[in-house]
């Protein structure tokens, strides 16, 4: 139960990011997709939490992207879902189909509640849990990524190669903050690794602020992301693992 209420948190807030807040620097380029090139399909994958060098289960996470509408506008829908030990996190984000800026965002995590609606360059956000009650305005830049899920379709579409790299802005919102995080994502490497979807040749891609880090492997044919590993602090230090099973 530990392990589902920590990953809880990590779905809706630090999920969200990839690192802590980093003085942006100007001279970064914040990049741009164009996803009208993906196609709808289901991505399912297995949690693990690895303590030193002991993992335990922690359930199952699930990305589903179809075709949808918004506002008489063409979009995606990315829908993602997490289970452990009874408990879910579901997660569901509208975006442009093409430029894949974001549109509409509801995000559930037990009895805590966001919802967003994203308008030219602001944010209109509300945050309920059992604490309290919070309405948002903020600013919105190009590029930004809302969840896990948003970053993970990105890395999809972008172009990969050795001594590739970029940065984004990630959105982490709470009952009582939200904030902008300045993220730096670079091509470190490449590598064949095993999950239980099968084996693939990867690019590894970081992504990296002064609080931390967290490494994606995206098969280098047809991409997608087929491991992910982030030592989250709220689980004292432990890292999460997520591989995939399956892709429909």
């Not at 030193?52 to 990305?63: E, F, K, L, Q």
């Not at 890395?155 to 904030?179: E, F, H, K, M, Y």
């Not at 084996?199 to 991409?223: H, L, M, N």
Request: with cysteine; aromatic share 6%.
């Amino acid at each position: 139960m530990r392990h589902a209420r920590a990953l809880a948190v990590v779905a809706m807030v630090v999920g969200s990011r990839v690192a802590a807040q980093v003085p942006a620097d100007p001279t970064q380029r914040r990049f741009r997709v164009d996803a009208s090139s993906l196609r709808p399909g289901q991505l399912t994958y297995q949690t693990t939490v690895v303590r030193d060098t002991i993992g335990s289960p922690a359930g199952n996470r699930m990305v589903t992207l179809s075709d949808t509408s918004y506002g008489g506008a063409p979009a995606w829908l990315i829908v993602e879902r997490r289970d452990g030990d009874g408990i879910i996190i579901a997660d569901s984000l509208v975006a442009a189909r093409v430029d894949f800026r974001p549109m509409h965002w509801v995000s559930t995590n037990g009895p805590a509640r966001l919802g967003a609606e994203f308008v030219g360059d602001s944010i209109y956000a509300v945050v309920t849990s059992p604490v309290g009650r919070r309405s948002i305005v903020a600013l919105s830049t190009p590029g930004t990524l809302v969840n896990a899920a948003a970053l993970e379709t990105a890395l999809r579409l972008l172009p990969l190669q050795s001594g590739w790299q970029d940065s984004t802005t990630a959105l982490a919102i709470t009952v009582g903050s939200n904030v902008g995080l300045f993220t730096r994502l670079a091509v470190t490497g490449e590598e064949t690794v095993t999950v239980p979807a099968g084996s693939f040749d990867c690019w590894i891609v970081t992504a990296t602020s002064e609080a931390g880090q967290a490494i994606y492997w995206v098969s280098k044919r047809d991409p997608v992301v087929v491991r992910s590993s982030q030592v989250v602090a709220s689980l004292g230090g432990a890292r999460v693992l997520n591989e995939l099973t399956g892709r429909f």
